[in-house]
C-alpha cells in the first residue's frame, strides 16, 4: 500500500499523471546516477586521465535494469550511504580492471545534485508541454466568449459589467507569465556538479591534471551548463524552480476557486463538466457538486507546502556542505513537480469542458436593477453637475433603491439635480450592461496577441 496519495492506485489520477511519475520512479533515479559515473568516465578518457576501453565497458553496465534493487536498499540500510552500494555494484559488473575509475574525483553529493538537475530538466519540459496544452484551452475559451457579457464583481459584489473572455484572458496573461518564469528558471537551474568533497576538485590529483577541463566534458556529455563554482550548500536554483510552480499552481488554484464561486446556487453562470453518471453526492442526488474543481485547488494547497520545504533548504547547509537539506529535495522535487503536472492537467480538463451558461450571465446583470451602472450614470452627469456631486447624487438615488426596494432607474428620472440633464429614455440606455464593458473585448485581444512564454529553448 502506497504511503504517498501521489502513488495511490485509488486516488493516483488526481494527484499527477503517469507521465510524470514514471520521471521519478526509484530505477530512473539509478538511472541518472548511472548517467552521471558513465559521463564521468567518458568525459576522463576524453583528456587522457582513464583508458577508452574502462570508459566503454562502464557506459555498457551503467543500465539500472543490470542492477539488483534490493541489494542495494539492503546495502544502503547498512552502510547509511545513498551511493557507495550503486558504486560497488556498477564496479563489480565491469570487466578487467574498468571498475576501479569508476566514480573516480567525485563525491556522492557530485552525483545526486546533478541527478536531480536531470529530472528536473525532464519533469520541466514536461510542465512546460502541460502548460502550453492549459494556455491553449484558456485562448480557445476567452476568443469564444470575447464578448459574452457578465457582472464584473468586487469584494464579492456586482461591481460592474465585463465580458467572461475578460475573465479568462486575466488567467491566460498570468499563465503566460509564469510559463516565461519557468523558462528562465529551468535555464538557470541546468547546471551539473562536480566539485569532489568540498568542492575544491582536489581529488582529482594535482600536477598535469587539469580538473576544470574534465568538469567542462563532464558537462558537455551530460547537456549541462558548467558551474562557476561548486553549489553543494547553495539550492537556490531548484528552489527557484519550486517557487515557479509553486506560483502556477496558485494560479490554477484560484481558477478553480472562482469556477466553484460561480457555479455556487444563485450564481449558476458556469459550471465544471459534468457528464453522464458522475454523482455529486451519495445521499442527495441532485447534487452537482465542483469535484474537479475541489481536487485542484486540494492540489494548489499541497503544491505551496512543498514550496515552503524547498525554501526551508536555503536556510539550513552547514559550511562546505552536509546532507540535511539534500535529503528533503529527495521527497519535494519528485512530489511537487508531480502535482504542479497533475494540477495543470486537471485545470486543463476542467476548462476544456467547462459549461458557460451565458443566459443566466446575461441575466445576472439585471440582478440589482441597474445598480450595477451607477457609474456610468455617475460619468454621464459629471460634465453637468461635477464629478463629486455627480458622484453624490447616484449615490444617494443607489442607497434608496437599495435600502426601500425601489427602481434605480425611478429614483433617478424623479431626482431633480438629475432629469433636467437625462432623460428617461437617456437613463434607460445608460443602465443597458452591454454597451458598458469598456475596452473588455480589445484587452482580449491583446492577451490572445502576446507570445509571452515562448517554449522551451532545445538542450545544448
Known sequence: ????VIDSVLF????????MRVLFEERALLQ???DYEAALARAQASLGLV?????????RQARAEHLDLESIREGIDRTVHPLVPLIWQLAGRCEGDAGRWVHWGATTQDVMDTATILQLRDALALIDETTADLAGILADLAQRHRATAMAGRTHGQQALPITFGFKVAGW???LKRHRGRLLRAREGSLMGQFGGAVGT????GEGDVDALAVQRALMAELGLRVPPIAWHSSRDNPVECAVVMGMTGALCGRIANEIIELQKTGFDEVEEPHASGK?????MPQKRNPMLCESILTLARLTQAQVAVAMDTLVYNEHERDWSSVQMEWAWVPELCVMCQGVLELTSRVL?????????MRQNLDLTGGLLLAERVMFALAPQLGRQEAHDVVHACAMAAHEQGRSFSDLLAADPRVNPHLSGEQISRLLDPTGYTGLATEFVDRVLADRGGEPFAPDS
Open 201 to 204: 576538485l582536489a581529488g582529482m
Open 352 to 360: 476544456a469542458g467547462l459549461q458557460v451558461n451565458e443566459a443566466r
Open 1 to 4: 500500500m502506497p504511503v504517498n
Open 32 to 34: 541518472r546516477w548511472l
Open 172 to 174: 491566460l496573461a498570468e
Open 12 to 19: 493516483g489520477g488526481l494527484f499527477g499523471s503517469a507521465r
Open 51 to 59: 583508458p577508452v576501453e574502462a570508459a566503454d565497458e562502464i557506459t
Open 279 to 283: 454523482v455529486g453526492s451519495s445521499t
